[in-house]
């Protein structure tokens, strides 16, 4: 009997990820993912480059129609070893995870097989979160790491419940106007095979270290291009686990990063820009992804004006400082000075002496960083 193709191909690019890449599989197994068949869908891991590969068998038993391949020319950009993933996809419908790192909400295959079929050219753009306190790349200067984050993994069961990654993520960088603004690149993009052979794929010409503003540049490829909508996936999302990574996580060097990525972009395409352009939303929301945006929005608002000694905002949306000796290290945008989330309301919990700013229950905080009980949540209080 000859098997029906997929209705989904899913490429995703991983490259010294052991701890990470687990996680990954497990959030876009058949046992985890909700309302899609393990037959509906392939995932195509393409390794660049690790020094002990991933190994299919290794992830047999979450029932996954999964394929791994060990990419024979890797090189510090992903860009190739990405285009040979989409080689070997065999869905119409072909996603790209540039980056092996990102777990998924439990009903984002679904939400982006739906929301495909609403255009005849969709370009199905999902939101992006990194798990911890604040943009990682400036919390890892400050404490955050592996250890920190698996602490909070394992304290919000997500494997039960996905949808509580979202209490302990805030917006990526890339999604600095909330889910209802444009978007500079989206880290999980789906488009109909058609589109991505018009595209050529990803440009190879992007060669800095993890592709530079490749992912930016396919997505504005794809809303330029005649005849595309952008359809935006409401309420799921990809989390971004702490591994090293070139951009996200290279803590100090972020700016001298961004800046070689800027430049190599410049000379290839002329004027960084975002695209803003018309585009459809597709749902539904859950109760705890709505609960999060809420916080986050109203955040936004009441945040005070830049002004004086405060700290220069990244397009993120916050604003780290340094901890104090011993303290906790984030008040949210709003001027609280305590916990939003439990039942002593946002004034309930002062940090402790010292502390400049902080976002989450002192019962989340590693045990060195506590100096006042909390009510134990590990979600921001944005």
Known sequence: MTRKPPELSLIVISHEMARELPRTLYSLSPRYQEGIAAEDYEVIVIDNGSRQPPRAEDFADLGLN??????????????RAINHGLGLAAAPLIGVSIDGARMASPGLLEACRRAARTDPMPVVSTLSFQIGPGPQWLTQQQGYDSAWEDRLLAGIDWQADGYR??????????????????LSESNLLFLPRALWEALGGFDPAFESPGGGAANADLLWRALEHPGTRQVVVLGEGI??????????????????VHKRAAKEYYRLRGRIRVVDTERSYFGPVSRRAAEVYARQLAAAQTAPARGGNAPARPRGGRALSRPAQGGAFERDRAGNRGCAGCAAGPKGHPPPSGA?????????????????GGCGRRGLTR
Do not use: M, Y
């Not at 400049?356 to 006042?372: H, N």
């Open 239 to 256: 989390f971004h686990q702490i591994h090293g990574g070139t951009h996200t996580n290279a803590g100090a060097a972020a700016l001298e």
């Open 66 to 79: 999964l394929r791994i391949e060990r990419f024979a020319d890797p090189t510090p950009s992903p860009v």
């Open 356 to 372: 400049r700013r902080f976002t989450t229950c002192p019962a989340a905080w590693p045990r060195r960083w506590r100096k006042s």
């Open 165 to 182: 990654l979202f209490d302990i993520s805030p917006f990526a960088e890339n999604v600095g106007r909330g889910w209802f603004g444009p």
